[in-house]
């Protein structure tokens, strides 16, 4: 009965002290700390980011929208015919030309260039008033463009200011 006691001592009891002392557990030699007067090397993913910050005075830009500097080439002169909005008394529709994309919004996923003359659709239309400056041809502004549902159809102006 001893010689069975003393045999699970040696079978479970002392590899079990073995492991918790860390017996055959080789520590390499401990490496130095970077000397203070070198910068350490980042790996973060926010060097590969090309897109420009927004300066402190801009506004960040909202989903599902791009602001972009446009040149309003021309007003369209068609009013709608049916209802009795903004848009029945003064023309919404513009051509406009896209001079800058400062960015997008997430979830925006139509592609603009500097250069692409699109159409622009200005849902209070394009005559002043509300606070709201009036558009015409030769302006430019810098707006907040909504994506359009189809490809063709003319992108949405939310808000815009006349560029300096």
């Known amino acids: ?35 203070q007067n070198e910068m350490p090397v980042s790996t973060s993913k926010l060097k590969n980011i090309h897109e420009k910050l ?6 960040p830009i909202p989903p599902g929208r791009a602001r972009v500097v446009l040149e309003v080439v021309k007003v369209l002169p068609e009013l709608e015919p049916t209802g009795n909005g ?15 994309v400062m960015g997008y919004g997430s979830g925006f996923n ?10 622009a659709y200005f849902p209070m239309s394009v005559k002043a008033g509300g606070g709201r400056p009036g558009v015409t041809a030769g302006k430019k502004i810098t707006a907040d463009l909504q994506n359009s549902l189809n490809e063709h159809d003319a992108l949405v102006i939310h808000s815009y200011t006349l560029f300096d």
């Open 1 to 35: 009965m001893r010689d069975a006691c003393i045999q699970k001592y040696f079978r479970f009891v002392l590899p079990t002290i073995l492991l918790l002392t860390g017996f055959g557990c080789k520590r390499g030699p401990e490496s130095a700390p970077p000397p």
């Open 54 to 59: 927004p300066l402190p005075d801009q506004k």
């Open 86 to 100: 903004p848009c029945s008394e003064a023309p919404c529709k513009t051509e406009v030309k896209i001079t800058r």
């Open 110 to 119: 139509q592609a603009l260039s500097e250069g692409q003359q699109v159409q």
